[in-house]
């Protein structure tokens, strides 16, 4: 199969045209980039996972992350990824220059990861979750922590982690018990962490976890919970390293992402297991917490990417496969016509057409959430500010959820795409389908984003969010119907907002009666009418874009290209927009079947 993994062409399309990227780079953070700079190392990120992930994935695959000997054997390609890749500047990209950082921008570090996850997504989360564990140190550890750990882990000497989940409290992290004990020598951590990706693994000379710990004596719950720096070896007296009572107990064969290593790790099972605090005690969850907005979209983000890899895969199959004829007007076959190939039949094209919506769509929405990102922290005006945090706030666990559940729809469709083929290991559709599973399942699940939109987001600030985002969806309805070929699209979106705010009103009451309950008992399902609504917006913005490019015959892209995302918008607005109508029933339905005082429904 050829290196066509990703859609290089719709990539800069969205985030050069769409989502007018000059816009970032106008603020005085990111002065030293240019367009042509970025196009350098896109083109960049792209050679560099041609040549060191594309290869090696479904050889990663075929030989899995796992323990042996109380330690964790990853394939050798880890190692040079963390090295090249840490030379390259792919986990410094974001941090300020004086740390040694590129100072880029996130929508263009997320379009660079973007071509990473889809080339192969069991390796990027090594290098994304280094910097995330050095993110928090940036932000939150006193100097002396990050002289001592920053330099390494930006280079990517050494890996990081965060880790929070607890055998017994998985999802719930007021149930934490992994202890941190105050003594003459600093805090003795003690405890043990599951689920935790890239925890240990041969390739790099040490692994820095970000521990959430409870101080003895701290108040119970979540309030009680602290932040740590927790090395799998620490520094001696000398120059050199020794271990810090980490221990890898295990890990966990997968049924997807079997490249990508996740492990259990037990602290301070010998008592000599140091720790140091992060920041203040007792306010380790909320540190956490405010990194996770990049997290999520950094999920939703590789659920985008799987679903346009596995997109082009069966596209190109479908262009290859001859099988079966094409009806004549009579409705019947001529058997003595040569095979038609498979794109040419109406049901192929239509999944192919869907994995075409969800995939570009996905990449459009995740590209935005990091603009936003970009903006909330460097736009000059307070309150233009604000509005974009709070955009990115309703945006994030959409941005995370969309990609990861209509993700896997869309790559299921790629493997029917390739009948009987699709589900053998010949082909990689069904490593896809495989993989895109846990992204619906990493960093909250997608029942807990949909409590965060509709209990926090839409609520939040007396839904001031959901108001902002109401008005960015009307610029683009008002723009639209000014062409005679979108106004009829952007019509049927403008129904769809007054659909929201009915529904809206008929939830909104429970929880001002305090039946939260109630009130958050469809929160999924509210989460699948409104992501499909903000996809019909992006749809619409991105017609209205390839629209205006064709009245000015604009060459920069072939006129085919332009007319495809037309055609492909006028998909989504007929097979995926009408959803949002069932979903809506369900949504306003005064009957309640999921709230039961006893399980008697399940007997």
Request: include cysteine.
């Amino acid at each position: 199969m050829a290196n066509q993994y990703v859609d290089i062409e719709t990539l800069k399309f969205l985030l050069y045209n769409v989502h007018e990227l000059q816009n970032v780079l106008d603020q005085p953070r990111f002065e030293d980039y240019d367009q042509e700079s970025v196009d350098l190392f896109l083109n960049a990120t792209k050679d560099f996972s041609d040549k060191e992930l594309f290869p090696y994935f479904q050889e990663m695959d075929a030989n899995p992350a796992h323990f042996k000997d109380g330690e964790i054997v990853v394939h050798p390609q880890v190692k040079e990824y963390m090295k090249k890749g840490g030379e390259m500047g792919l986990i410094a990209a974001l941090f300020d220059y004086d740390i040694g950082g590129l100072q880029m921008p996130s929508i263009v570090v997320t379009a660079s990861l973007y071509i990473q996850d889809a080339a192969n997504n069991h390796l990027p989360g090594y290098i994304g979750l280094t910097f995330g564990a050095a993110e928090l140190i940036v932000h939150f550890a006193n100097n002396t922590l990050k002289d001592v750990f920053l330099p390494k882990m930006l280079t990517g000497e050494w890996g990081g982690t965060m880790c929070l989940t607890e055998p017994q409290a998985g999802s719930s992290l007021s149930d934490i018990a992994t202890a941190a004990v105050l003594t003459e020598e600093g805090y003795k951590i003690s405890g043990q962490k599951i689920f935790i990706s890239g925890g240990d693994y041969q390739g790099v000379e040490n692994v820095v976890h970000l521990v959430l710990a409870r101080i003895k004596g701290a108040p119970a719950g979540t309030k009680g919970i602290s932040l740590f720096v927790v090395p799998k070896n620490r520094s001696n007296t000398g120059d050199g390293l020794i271990p810090n009572d980490v221990t890898t107990l295990g890990d966990f064969q997968k049924m997807g992402q079997k490249g990508y290593c996740t492990t259990h790790l037990s602290f301070g099972d010998k008592n000599d297991c140091q720790g140091w605090l992060v920041g203040e005690a007792d306010q380790g969850l909320k540190y956490m917490f405010m990194m996770m907005n990049g997290a999520r979209i950094g999920v939703g983000r590789g659920a985008a990417a799987i679903t346009m890899a596995a997109y082009q895969a069966s596209l190109k199959y479908a262009k290859e496969r001859p099988q079966g004829r094409s009806l004549t007007s009579s409705g019947k076959k001529d058997a003595t016509q040569e095979q038609t190939l498979i794109i040419n039949h109406p049901d192929v094209k239509r999944m192919l057409l869907l994995q075409k919506v969800v995939s570009e769509g996905a990449l459009s929405l995740i590209l935005l959430s990091a603009k936003y990102h970009d903006l909330s922290i460097t736009h000059p005006d307070a309150a233009e500010r604000d509005k974009y945090l709070n955009l990115l706030e309703v945006l994030t666990p959409i941005a995370k959820t969309y990609p990861s559940e209509m993700g896997a729809v869309s790559v299921s469709n790629g493997v029917q795409v390739l009948g009987g083929y699709g589900y053998c290991s010949d082909f990689i559709l069904q490593q896809y389908h495989r993989d895109i599973r846990i992204f619906s399942i990493y960093e909250g699940t997608t029942g807990i984003q949909s409590l965060d939109l509709l209990g926090r987001k839409v609520t939040m600030n007396n839904g001031k969010a959901l108001q902002l985002l109401s008005v960015e969806i009307m610029n683009c309805i008002k723009e639209a119907s000014t062409y005679d070929e979108l106004a009829p699209y952007a019509q049927k979106l403008s129904a769809k907002l007054r659909l929201v705010q009915d529904v809206l009103q008929f939830l909104l009451p429970f929880a001002q009666k305090g039946d939260y309950e109630r009130f958050l008992s469809d929160a999924t399902v509210f989460m699948e009418f409104l992501g499909n609504i903000v996809i019909g917006w992006l749809w619409l913005d991105m017609a209205k874009n390839a629209q205006n490019a064709i009245i000015e015959g604009d060459t920069k892209y072939a006129q085919e290209f332009y007319t495809g995302k037309i055609h492909a918008m006028k998909y989504y607005f007929k097979y995926e927009l009408p959803k949002t109508a069932a979903l809506a029933e369900v949504l306003m339905n005064e009957e309640i079947l999921t709230m039961a005082s006893d399980n008697e429904m399940f007997v």
